[in-house]
C-alpha cells in the first residue's frame, strides 16, 4: 500500500533544511537589516540629553585633539557647573588615562570633583586566552578582557566611571550594548550609559532606582536606539562653551555628554538606526541612557524555540500548498506573511524581538517553489493525459480532462452510465478474398476512418478496432448530459457515409460493403484496465457485451438498439420494435431489439 505521506517527505526535508540553514546564520545578515529597518523608527528624542561636540569648529579654533591640554576639558567642566545653574550629570566620553603631568591634570581632577556630577570614560581590550572553568575544564575565551584603561588616579576617585566600549555584531553593525566589564583585577564596570542613567537618579533624589536591561549569556542588551544619527546633536561645540556664546543655564538639570563629533577622531559606527550614516559614539551613549532611563527594553526570544516553530510553520505550509492552484496558495503566503509581521509588530510592542525574515523569507520560498512543483506536475499531467486520450477521445474531451485534473477520472476502473456503440463491416472477408493486400488495406482505412471520425464529431470514446469492427463508447471519461443521442447520430453518421463510400467502391473495384451497428446504454466499469505492464484505457460489463450483441445481429445498413436506449431518448427519435424475432445471444425471452430509423425534429410522434 503506498503510504499516504511519502509525497510529502521532501517538503519537510526541505523545511528542515531552511530551518538548519537559519539557525546556521546563513540568513543573518538579510534578517538582522530587515529586522531594524521593521523595528528600529525614530521617534522623540530625550530633552534630558544634551551633546557637546568636540567637532571640527572646536579642532579648528583650538587646534588638533591630541595637541589639547586636559585643561581644555577642566575649562569646559568649569562653565557647565556653574554653582547656581550646573547640570545633573556631565559625562566625559573620552578616555583620560594615565598622568600626564602637566597642571591639566589637577585642574581636571579639581574640577571635576567639587560637584560629583562627573562621568569619566573607561575601555577594555578584548582578546583570546585560555580559560578555566569551575570544574578546572580548560577552554579557549575568545571574549576575555586582555587590558582595561581608565582615568588616572587623582581623576578616577572623584568621578563615577563607565567602560565605552562599543560592541559590533557579526554583520558589522551596533545594535547591543555592554552592561559589564568585568576588569582583570575583578572589579564589575558599568557601561557608560548605565553609570550615567544611574547618577541621574541619583540627582533626582526620588528614590527610583534604574532597572537594568535583560542581557544575553554574555551580558550584551538589545538597544532600542530612539533617534537616528544627528538626532541628538543640537550642535553645540566646545568651542561655544570656551567662548561662552552658550548660557551654562541652558545646561541646567540636565545630562551634558561631550565626545567626539568629527569624522577624522574615528569614533563612528553604523548602527541598526541607520545602516548608511555612521553615528557617532557619544549619540550611541545618548540613545542607550534614554532607554535606560524609560526602561525600555526589548528581550529577543529563544533562537530554539523560533527555530522550532519555523520548522513546523513551514512543514504545514508545504503540505497545503502540495497541489493547490495558484490564487489559493498565493492567498495562504500572503495571510502568513502579512499575519507574521503584525505578530513580530505585537511582540515588539510586548517587548519581544522575532526574527522578522525567516518566516516571510520561508513561507516565499515555498510559495514559489510550490508554484513551480505544480506547474511541473501540472506538465506533465496534461502530457499523460494526452498521451493516453488523444487516440480516443475527441480533442474538446481531451482539454476538459486536463482542466479537470486526473483525479476527477478516479483511473483504475469505476463505475458509470454510458452508451456503448459497436460497429462491423458487412461483406469485408468476402470482399478480401478477390481483391489485392493494399486494396483491402486501402478499403479497411477507409471505413475505420470514416468510423473514427464520425465518434470524435459527436465526442465519443473510441475504445478500440478488433479487426474490421470498432468499438466506442459515450458518458465517460467525463459525464455527458446527452451521450445516448450523442451515440445515436454517430450511428445515423456511419450508416450515412458508408452510403457515399459504398458507391465509390462501387465504381472502383466492383464490390459494396456496409455497416451493421448495435447501441445499448447502461452501467459499465470504466477506467484503466489490465495488467500493470500492459494496460487498456476501456469498458467492461453486461452493456457492453449486450452492444455487441445488437452489432453482430444487425443487418449491413441497419442500427439495432435496445428498449433502454429507445426510452432514453423517447419522443425524439423513431423506431421500430422487431418484438420476439431476434434473439440475443446470453440473453433470456424477452429482452426487446429495436432497429433505429431517424431523428426526430418537429414531429413528435414515432413508431415503437
Known amino acids: 500500500m503506498k503510504k499516504w505521506y511519502k509525497p510529502y517527505l521532501p517538503w519537510v526535508l526541505a523545511a528542515a533544511v531552511f530551518t538548519a540553514a537559519a539557525g546556521f546564520g546563513v540568513f543573518y545578515q538579510t534578517d538582522m537589516a530587515l529586522s531594524d529597518s521593521f523595528y528600529q523608527r525614530p521617534e522623540a528624542t530625550d530633552e534630558r540629553i544634551v551633546i557637546v561636540g568636540i567637532d571640527e569648529e572646536a579642532l579648528q579654533t583650538i587646534g588638533p585633539f591630541q595637541t589639547w591640554g586636559r585643561g581644555v576639558m577642566a575649562r569646559v567642566v568649569e562653565y557647565l557647573n556653574q554653582p547656581e545653574e550646573k547640570p545633573a550629570v556631565i559625562g566625559l566620553d573620552v578616555l583620560f588615562s594615565g598622568e600626564t603631568g602637566e597642571a591639566g591634570d589637577e585642574r581636571l581632577a579639581e574640577a571635576a570633583g567639587v560637584w560629583g556630577n562627573v562621568v569619566t570614560a573607561a575601555a577594555a581590550t578584548f582578546g583570546s586566552q585560555m580559560s578555566e572553568s569551575g570544574d578546572g575544564t580548560l ?16 581623576l578616577f576617585r572623584v568621578t563615577g566611571q563607565g567602560h565605552i566600549n562599543a560592541m559590533y555584531d557579526r554583520d558589522g553593525i551596533v545594535r547591543h550594548g555592554l552592561l559589564y566589564v568585568e576588569s582583570p583585577d575583578g572589579r564589575l564596570i558599568p557601561s557608560f550609559a548605565l553609570a550615567i542613567a ?100 526589548k528581550r529577543e526570544a529563544g533562537e530554539g524555540v523560533q527555530l522550532a516553530l519555523l520548522f513546523f510553520t513551514l512543514s504545514g505550509l508545504a503540505v497545503w500548498f502540495r497541489g493547490r492552484k ?25 517587548k519581544i524581538v522575532l526574527h522578522v525574515s525567516y518566516f516571510p523569507i520561508g513561507a516565499s520560498l515555498f510559495f514559489i517553489a510550490s508554484v513551480a512543483a505544480n506547474y511541473v506536475r501540472t506538465s506533465s499531467e496534461k502530457r499523460r493525459v494526452m498521451s493516453t486520450f488523444k487516440r480516443y477521445v475527441a480533442p474538446e474531451i481531451v482539454d476538459e480532462i486536463v482542466r479537470q485534473g486526473m483525479e476527477k477520472m478516479e483511473l483504475g476502473g469505476r463505475l458509470c452510465e454510458i452508451a456503448v456503440l459497436f460497429v462491423d463491416i458487412r461483406g469485408f472477408t468476402a470482399m478480401s478474398e478477390v481483391l489485392t493486400p493494399p486494396q483491402v488495406v486501402e478499403i479497411l482505412n477507409r471505413y475505420l476512418t470514416l468510423t473514427a471520425s464520425c465518434i470524435m464529431k459527436w465526442n465519443g470514446t473510441l475504445d478500440k478496432f478488433i479487426g474490421d469492427a470498432a468499438m466506442a463508447f459515450w458518458g465517460a471519461p467525463l459525464p455527458q448530459e446527452d451521450y445516448v443521442m450523442n451515440a445515436v447520430k454517430a450511428a445515423l453518421d456511419m450508416a450515412e ?111 415503437w
Open 326 to 350: 495558484v490564487i489559493p496558495a498565493a492567498a495562504v503566503w500572503l495571510s502568513v506573511t502579512g499575519g507574521f509581521l503584525i505578530l513580530a509588530k505585537a511582540a515588539w510592542e510586548c
Open 497 to 607: 457515409g458508408a452510403k457515399e463510400l459504398s458507391r465509390e467502391l462501387e465504381e472502383r473495384f466492383g464490390r459494396t460493403v456496409s455497416f451493421g451497428i448495435g447501441i445499448h446504454a447502461g452501467p459499465a466499469v470504466v477506467g484503466n484496465i489490465g495488467a500493470s505492464t500492459r494496460m487498456d484505457y476501456t469498458a467492461i460489463g453486461d452493456t457492453v457485451n449486450t452492444a455487441s450483441r445488437l452489432e453482430s445481429k444487425a443487418p449491413g445498413g441497419e442500427i439495432y438498439i435496445s428498449r433502454a436506449v429507445a426510452n432514453a431518448l423517447k419522443g425524439r427519435i423513431t423506431a421500430v420494435s422487431l418484438g420476439g424475432g431476434i434473439k440475443l445471444k446470453g440473453k433470456a425471452e424477452g429482452f426487446e431489439v429495436l432497429r433505429l430509423e431517424r431523428i426526430m425534429e418537429e414531429d413528435k410522434t414515432h413508431d
Open 139 to 154: 577552554y579557549l575565551d575568545n571574549f576575555s578582557v586582555k587590558s582595561f584603561d581608565q582615568s588616572y588616579d587623582a
Open 198 to 297: 544611574r547618577k541621574y537618579r541619583e540627582w533626582e533624589g526620588k528614590g527610583i532606582r534604574v532597572e537594568e536591561p535583560p542581557v544575553d549569556s554574555r551580558g550584551f542588551w538589545y538597544l532600542k536606539f530612539s533617534g537616528r544619527p544627528g538626532d541628538y546633536c543640537e550642535y553645540i561645540s566646545v568651542a561655544d562653551l570656551l567662548s561662552e556664546t552658550v548660557p551654562a543655564e541652558y545646561f541646567s538639570g540636565k545630562i551634558v555628554l561631550v565626545g567626539p563629533y568629527a569624522a577624522g577622531l574615528a569614533d563612528n559606527y553604523m548602527t541598526a538606526s541607520d545602516h548608511a550614516v555612521p553615528m557617532y559614539g557619544v549619540e550611541i551613549q545618548a540613545n542607550a541612557i534614554h532607554c535606560l532611563l524609560e526602561s525600555d527594553y
